[in-house]
């Protein structure tokens, strides 16, 4: 699972860590399934502001506590492409709606299945993504986690089948070649 951007409350790192976490004490086979990139570092907006430093600090210490939880630190522009190429799912477990978002852009750009929180679940009402939806018959279940079910997101994902990870891929590119510039 690939979690693409700074790391931020608002865009819910500390979510993911702790939500895998618990889902590793309830379920510890299952969860050796699953390993989790965290591709980012802190917010240049928040670096010397010392309760967001203490937020980022115990998180990297969160982090080790999984030897399935790695945060990369800040992602180079050229190291992007092959950071999205290795990942199976981009995971958005934002805890605020409050612009666009770069993750989800490439999520689609590098036609990666994405899982969004139930937060930002107004961003499939475009109407470009509502027609993707029904194209590769996709319901919001399909692509949304409850914040406040810290492991639903990873039984979703265990449960699904190559076949339905191919549509989650397929209707991503499907998003890219809607928003190319071409088009």
Known sequence: LYYFGHITWYKGADWLIKSYLEFAKQLPEEAKRINIQLGGGMSPTQRDNPSYIQYYNDLIELAKSSEN?????????????????????????????MSSSGPLSHAFEYEKPVFISNVISPYLKTQDIKEAMSEFNIGESDLVFNLENPTELFQKILRMSVDEKLRLSNFSKEIKDKRSWEN
């Open 69 to 97: 939880v790695e945060i990369t630190g800040y992602v180079e522009e050229n190291d992007i492409e092959k950071l999205f190429a290795n990942a199976d799912f981009q995971i958005l477990p934002y805890r605020a709606l």
